[in-house]
């Protein structure tokens, strides 16, 4: 069954590439460990404290552990976890570090929590949404929710020295999900994300209110340009840098605020 999130154009996103290649400019090849499309919605059934971990068991939809092996990776919420046993046709257990637990929503989970789920993309998969990882870089805070007919509107608050990865128009993972920014302010620290009635179908969107925290893991390739177009200014500028800064200073620049605006 086709899952349509509307968001991500992959006609687009093969021009880019194109685009991209035609100009060499420089980006990851990225082999995927997940597509970010969200293919259940699975269930806590059972949490465990152990030393040095956390246990859980998670129910999922039938179907969903067809062919699944002890060792294989599944996206939780956007974090790639191992399947450590298999219970049942419809359950599996996960261990989870505590490093994982600070600094994943992973450790608020509570018996009975819903979580967006997605298998490890096998070779050829067609990516509906974009190369994921499933290493999540940080926690957001949904600032608020906005409802426009049929429409979903979450404006995500981001910690400041993450805003410079988050483009409108560009791709963002949330919760696992592969999405579309929408709108971007770097001054106040915000993006925005449209939803279809789909993907509240299809994830756990629906259930998320303002003052909720969500994992974010950052479209790897804007990443790597952004840091590569920061190191290179830095190189050339070098020792010329501060005294630059200081010179936009005294002529009543706000360098913090400068370097915050829209490209």
Known sequence: MARSFGEPDNRAGR?????????????PEIAPMFTGIVQAVATVSVLVDKPGLRSFTLA?????????????????????????????????????????LALTTLATLKVGSRINVERAARDGAEIGGHPLS??????????????????????????PRWMRYVFAKGYIAINGASLTVSDADRGEGWFEVWLIPETLRMTTFADKAPGDALNIEIERSTQV??????????ERLGALLPALTELLRERGVDVDALLQREP
Do not use: K, W, Y
């Open 225 to 234: 340009m952004v840091d590569t177009v920061r190191d290179a200014v830095d």
């Open 60 to 100: 999922f939809p039938s179907g969903f552990c067809d062919g699944l092996e002890i060792g294989a990776s599944v996206s939780v919420d956007g974090v790639c976890l191992t399947v450590t046993e298999l219970v049942g046709d419809a359950a599996a257990n996960f261990d989870v570090m505590q490093q994982s």
């Open 134 to 159: 499933g290493h999540v870089d940080f926690q957001a805070t949904l600032a608020s929710v906005r409802t426009p007919e049929n429409n979903h509107v979450m404006r995500i608050a981001v910690p």
């Open 15 to 27: 021009a880019e590439f194109r685009e991209r290649r035609q100009s060499r400019i420089p980006f």
